[in-house]
């Protein structure tokens, strides 16, 4: 059965740091595309960053520069570091994993989904 658990989420200040972690289980891992994605009241699911099996790392211009997303293979878990946190970051956080998605921005590309994490960032 497949797992993606995502944790690490909560409330910070606008200049914040946070970094959540997802944990996968019930796939070959190492194959996986992971990517976070996020959704804010109202609107869309967008990509934030995603990693594929080899490692590179795809970004939204919005996070360019204070997001940094990594891969344990040994763990089985991807981090998503983000830096100077400002309220319009205030969202839903998922992860979510694909064999093909290579990097894809696009949500329904992704066949697997974490039930998501809060992140609230008070101005």
């Known amino acids: 059965q497949v797992h993606l658990v995502e944790s690490g989420g909560g409330l910070v200040q606008a200049g914040g740091s946070l970094r959540l972690s997802c944990a996968v289980s019930g796939l070959a891992f190492g194959s996986q595309t992971v990517g976070w994605f996020r959704q804010a009241p109202g609107k869309e699911r967008e990509l934030v960053a995603a990693?594929?099996?080899?490692?590179?790392?795809y970004y939204a211009d919005s996070m360019k520069g204070r997001t940094t997303i990594s891969r344990d293979n040994a763990k089985n878990t991807v981090y998503l570091q983000m830096n100077s946190l400002k309220p319009e970051d205030t969202a839903i956080y998922y992860c979510?994993?694909?064999?093909?998605?290579?990097?894809?921005?696009?949500?329904?590309?992704?066949?697997?989904w974490g039930q998501g994490t809060q992140v609230t960032v008070s101005s």
């Open positions: 990693i594929n099996r080899s490692g590179s790392s």
């Open positions: 979510a994993a694909d064999p093909w998605a290579n990097g894809s921005r696009w949500p329904k590309v992704y066949a697997y």
